[in-house]
């Protein structure tokens, strides 16, 4: 009976095998070189801010009149999970929060719809109302600062040349976006004297009811001709400092320049917001964000390559100097992965060798990063071009530990939250039925656990029951439900291990990869149906019922093919014995494997 042998494949056909080793360590080297790198993984900020200012207005109103039909109109969002409010005298903070169900990819679409919204509430706030204000772009992680700083040069001048340099890092491949911080806007101050203007009989008022005058922007009307329409405009708004100083003050009869009872000067916001010192030199300071996925080594080598062409190009005495590089981060920690990963594998090479023989060992050996290889080309197929799978997750070494850590807890507050959640639950479950009344019969199947336990966190009630596959068994079947579960899966597994010893009996391993494979994907959908879900829906439970059936058919198969190794053995045996003499049972002609 001829059976598949993938190493009697492998070695027949050298050539084929020789060639997707090549191309497996080809291609692994070429994903390892082009996968992203970032001090810290990417995730996705479900929560958006907004706020509103009224001068003037109590806490009472700004609750009453500002945020309440701001949040009546959040509540129109279709991933809307809950908004927080906080008002004081004269401002209002809303803060609204996405369901944790929102898929990754929708959260920018509900942004674009919130602020659609807002801004169609605006205007039917009352008078007065500066606002709403949105901010949902807070989550952006700087990953190099640059400081520019000129000792002497004016203010104004030194932001024009930050904004220049703004433009030029903004074209460097991998740069998302470029703050710039420590800016002064500038300022044009009038001062004048309160005795003065009392001497000659005008008041504060009339100097800023004379210059809202001067520089508003009317509307004159346009001129319909043959050709062109030709549109009429007043010259009068403020262009330059001396027409601030030329305003007409009527001041009674008299009509006088403001620049006769006030001084008109340019500067800077006074007192400023805040200031940046580099080296104890006022600075301005550039922010540049990665593109998400992107390799940080290689925007860290383009930003040196432009750094150094900027510095060429830069007025005498300006300086541009970088503070913050996480490019450097990055290569320690790849330095010291890559380290490691050679430590670790020239001792198991090492270790293969020596336990192994030298042919044996170099097969063990060369499989360690064969593997390795493979999983860097899959991570880039499906890591680096950022995969959703619907439930804001994202396919990345850092989310299974994440999800591992929302079992046990730690200091992230959203993890530890999503554990008390669950154990609360769970402990719910425990009390009603181990030590209440549901302990025999359950809940039933038809019953939604969440919502008759009071858990429910959607609206369309789509949450159905607990994250862990057996307690959810012991609420719907109670006790003697999750017994009959536990004995069946025990059964399985005696199952499993007893066709793997019968193969190795009879001298046929094929069998043990096969039996082994089924063995641990039936015990990680335990492992994982115990903290989520995953066995209550199809996207577990259809393939974990499956596997029991494939290994349910794979233990017949042993079985049968050990009945025709012993069929196969009995006559040979019967045919040496003298004639007359008694035939063994079949259990005294079993195989004994040798020791």
Known sequence: MSRFNLSA????????????????????????????????????????????????????????????????????????????????????????????????????EEFYQARKKLGDEGPKLPAGVLGPFVNDEYSDVIFAVYAL??????????????????????HVPGVKKVNIQGERPERIFVDFSYARLASLGV????????????????????????????????????????????????????????A????????????PTFLIRHDGEAALVLGVVMQDGWNGLDLGRALNAEETQIAHTLPVGVRFTKVVDQAVNIREAVGEFMLKFFVALAVIMIVSLISLGWRVGVVVAAAVPLTLAAVFVVMLLTVNPEVDLGLSRNVSVTQLIANLGSITGGDDAQLDASKDWRLSWWTKIYGYTIDGPYLWVGKGFGVNLATDDGFQVDEEQSLRAPHSAHLEIL?????????LWAL??????AAMLRAAAIAR???????????????????AA??????????????????????????????????????????????????????????????????????
Not at 149 to 169: C, S, Y
Not at 551 to 573: F, K, S, W, Y
């Open 9 to 108: 494949l492998a070695v027949r056909e050298r050539s084929i095998t020789l060639f997707l080793i090549v191309a497996i360590i080809l291609s692994g080297t070429y994903a390892f070189l082009r996968l992203g790198r970032a001090e810290d993984p990417s995730f996705t900020i479900k929560t958006l801010t907004v706020t509103a200012v009224w001068p003037g207005a109590t806490a009472q109103e700004m609750q009453d009149l500002v945020a309440e039909p701001l949040e009546k109109r959040m509540q129109e969002l279709r991933w809307y999970d809950r908004v927080e409010t906080f008002t004081r005298p004269g401002v209002a903070v809303l803060m609204v929060t996405l369901s944790d169900k929102t898929p990754a990819t929708a959260v920018a």
């Open 488 to 493: 069946l899966q025990l059964a399985f597994a």
């Open 475 to 483: 609420a719907r079947a109670g006790l003697p439900g999750l017994a």
């Open 203 to 258: 008041t504060p008022r009339d100097v800023l009811s004379a210059l809202q005058r001067q520089n508003r922007v009317t509307p004159a009307g346009s001129i319909d001709t043959n050709g062109p329409q030709v549109f009429m405009r007043l010259d009068g708004a403020y262009d330059d400092l001396e027409k601030i100083r030329n305003t007409p003050i009527a001041a009674g009869a008299r009509t006088l320049r403001l």
């Open 526 to 595: 335990l492992v994982n149906g115990s903290f989520d879900v995953y066995l209550g829906g199809p996207q577990g439970g259809i393939w974990f019922w499956s596997m029991i059936g494939l290994g349910l058919a794979l233990t017949r198969m042993v079985n049968e093919r050990a009945a025709a190794v012993r069929d196969e053995t009995t006559p040979r045996i019967a045919e040496r014995l003298p004639r007359g003499s008694a035939r063994p049972s079949a259990d005294a002609l079993r195989p004994v494997t040798p020791v």
């Open 149 to 170: 700083e000129a000792h002497g040069m004016p203010a104004r001048d030194l932001t024009r040349e930050a904004e220049t340099l703004r433009q030029r890092l903004l």
């Open 260 to 271: 006769d009872i006030a001084e008109v000067n340019r500067g800077y916001e006074d007192p």
């Open 505 to 523: 009996r009879i001298k046929e391993p094929v069998w043990i990869p096969l039996l082994g494979w089924v063995f641990v994907y039936w015990l």
